[in-house]
């Protein structure tokens, strides 16, 4: 299947730096010059956890590509951007991760297109009561489907990628090189603390969730002889919209959340961001292999 034209983004074609972003929400935190101008490829990047990292990656000034089924949620991420001076702006695919010809008919457009990424957050997932579904509820379709979108377009969007990286990697480093920060790529996957509490009414999200770190530590293996570091991070309550909506609108929730928690707030979807800011950057240069926990104290490590 043929994917949809990407939307594209800046008509900046000068070689100037931009002027500094009027708007930009980030500026406090830190600023990380490995990610300028490095392609960065986010998958169900139209909404919460994903789409603070599409802002926080494009106000790096970063190329960021996101993929997700949202088309208007998409639009509204960039036009918000836009208004705070971004450049170059985020493109946007539409994407449905859980359709393997689509998701390799759109990889294929951004590699013809780009060449390469240069970093590749798995980010998409079923989220709110989508998640949620007891076992005594789960069917054969319902078990495929969310295999699907919480854990298989990684393996698969992973393989594509790295081959990639693999490429763009031996062509454009010496391989004797003894630089501590030569690198291929950065990967990070999205997990969640779900399967370390544990939870209860959301078997198929656990399980997808407990794999994707397994997955992690093999891939990291795997190409690290390529130079590619695979990390995950697993948060925990994140405050984005859809959760407020259909989770974190029930106050017993929220007090038992709090009560589990060291810390005594709520955790936002930019907290995680910043996390993965991290791990695609060249400060984390020697970190793979690892899974970081975002959760306020909840479980606290892996």
Not at 23 to 35: E, I, T, V
Not at 43 to 55: D, L, N, Q, R, W
Not at 77 to 104: A, K
Request: charge should be negative; proline fraction near 5%; aromatic fraction near 6%.
């Amino acid at each position: 299947m043929s994917s949809s034209a990407p939307e594209s983004s800046s008509n900046n074609n000068n070689n100037n730096p931009p002027p500094p972003s009027p708007k930009n929400p980030h500026a406090q935190f830190a600023q990380y010059p490995s990610l300028k101008s490095k392609i960065i490829l986010i998958t169900g990047g139209a909404e919460g956890i994903g789409a603070s990292c599409v802002s926080q990656f494009a106000h790096q000034n970063s190329q960021v590509l996101f993929l997700d089924i949202s088309t208007s949620s998409a639009h509204h991420l960039i036009s918000r951007l836009r208004e705070e001076g971004v450049s170059p702006l985020p493109i946007f695919y539409h994407c449905d991760v859980t359709n393997l010809p689509q998701l390799q008919s759109v990889c294929e457009e951004i590699l013809q297109t780009f060449g390469k990424v240069d970093v590749l957050v798995n980010n998409a997932a079923a989220a709110g009561q989508l998640a949620r579904e007891a076992t005594q509820d789960v069917t054969e379709e319902t078990f495929q489907w969310g295999v699907n979108v919480n854990l298989r377009h990684i393996l698969f969007l992973t393989k594509w990628i790295a081959h990639s990286m693999i490429s763009s990697s031996s062509s454009e480093n010496d391989t004797t090189t003894t630089s501590p920060t030569r690198t291929g790529g950065s990967i990070i996957n999205m997990g969640s603390i779900t399967w370390r509490i544990p939870s209860t009414g959301v078997p198929v999200y656990a399980m997808c969730k407990a794999a994707i770190m397994g997955l992690t530590r093999t891939h990291a293996r795997e190409f690290g002889t390529h130079g590619i570091r695979v990390n995950s991070v697993l948060p925990g309550s994140i405050a984005t919209a859809r959760q407020l909506e259909e989770v974190l609108s029930d106050e017993k929730y929220v007090r038992e959340t709090l009560e589990a928690q060291a810390l005594k707030r709520m955790l936002g979807p930019d907290e995680v961001g910043r996390l993965v800011l991290f791990l695609a950057s060249e400060d984390a240069s020697a970190i793979t292999g690892s899974n970081y926990v975002c959760d306020g104290g909840w479980v606290g490590d892996v």
